[in-house]
T-cell receptor, first 112, second 113 residues
Framework: GNSVTQMEGPVTLSEEAFLTINCTYTATGYPSLFWYVQYPGEGLQLLLKATKADDKGSNKGFEATYRKETTSFHLEKGSVQVSDSAVYFCALRGGGSEKLVFGKGTKLTVNP | EAQVTQNPRYLITVTGKKLTVTCSQNMNHEYMSWYRQDPGLGLRQIYYSMNVEVTDKGDVPEGYKVSRKEKRNFPLILESPSPNQTSLYFC????????????FGSGTRLTVV
């Protein structure tokens, strides 16, 4: 079945540091890929998505590129802020299923 | 505002006392789903519904029931809650089709003592 593997962290960075959170997937067919963010005490919010190979999703300074050849969708941000502290989830949907399949999540803490 | 509304946000109950967590969406989405979130286990799907009167089990359905009598509502029912159902629950909705993300509710933190 479909699955997502992401680096589990936690990840601790200083403000303005570069962020990468790795995500790889296994799926049949051509899934769509997503990054969700969960701020403390809140639900999950869609951060960005990509629906086909080589697409780049971007939002709020975050980017991720759908790499079919490496089955990856790594999340990057050039300069993190304290307000980016949250848990980030990589997810996929499709490949014959309507279910959104999540990775385990990566907790990011950004210190001033 | 397009949203998924869950109630209650917090609930403490005793073992065996039936409870219902409500979920409603205002986006005319066909697909709705319930997840539970537990430390170390991530997000696991409990039940989902492809449309009115069409529901099916997810990965961890034991101890839960759902119904979908109207398109906008998808309540989660625990007929005899047990302590291992203590968790954070999320309802989500979406249009059908792999390219669409889910919209999530704010969550219900359930404690069963």
């Amino acid at each position: 079945g479909n699955s997502v593997t992401q680096m589990e962290g936690p990840v601790t960075l200083s403000e303005e540091a570069f962020l990468t959170i790795n995500c790889t997937y296994t799926a049949t067919g051509y899934p769509s890929l997503f990054w969700y963010v969960q701020y403390p005490g809140e639900g999950l919010q869609l951060l960005l998505k990509a629906t086909k190979a080589d697409d780049k999703g971007s939002n709020k300074g975050f980017e991720a590129t759908y790499r079919k050849e490496t089955t990856s969708f790594h999340l990057e941000k050039g300069s993190v802020q304290v307000s980016d502290s949250a848990v980030y989830f990589c997810a996929l949907r499709g490949g014959g299923s309507e279910k959104l399949v999540f990775g385990k999540g990566t907790k990011l803490t950004v210190n001033p | 505002e397009a949203q998924v509304t869950q109630n209650p946000r917090y609930l403490i109950t005793v073992t065996g006392k039936k409870l219902t967590v409500t979920c409603s969406q205002n986006m005319n989405h066909e697909y709705m789903s319930w997840y539970r979130q537990d430390p170390g286990l991530g997000l696991r799907q409990i039940y989902y519904s492809m449309n009115v009167e069409v529901t099916d089990k997810g990965d961890v359905p034991e101890g839960y029931k759902v119904s979908r009598k109207e398109k906008r509502n998808f309540p989660l029912i625990l007929e005899s809650p047990s302590p291992n159902q203590t968790s954070l629950y999320f309802c989500a909705s979406s249009l059908k089709g792999g390219g669409y993300g889910y919209t999530f509710g704010s969550g219900t933190r359930l404690t069963v003592v």
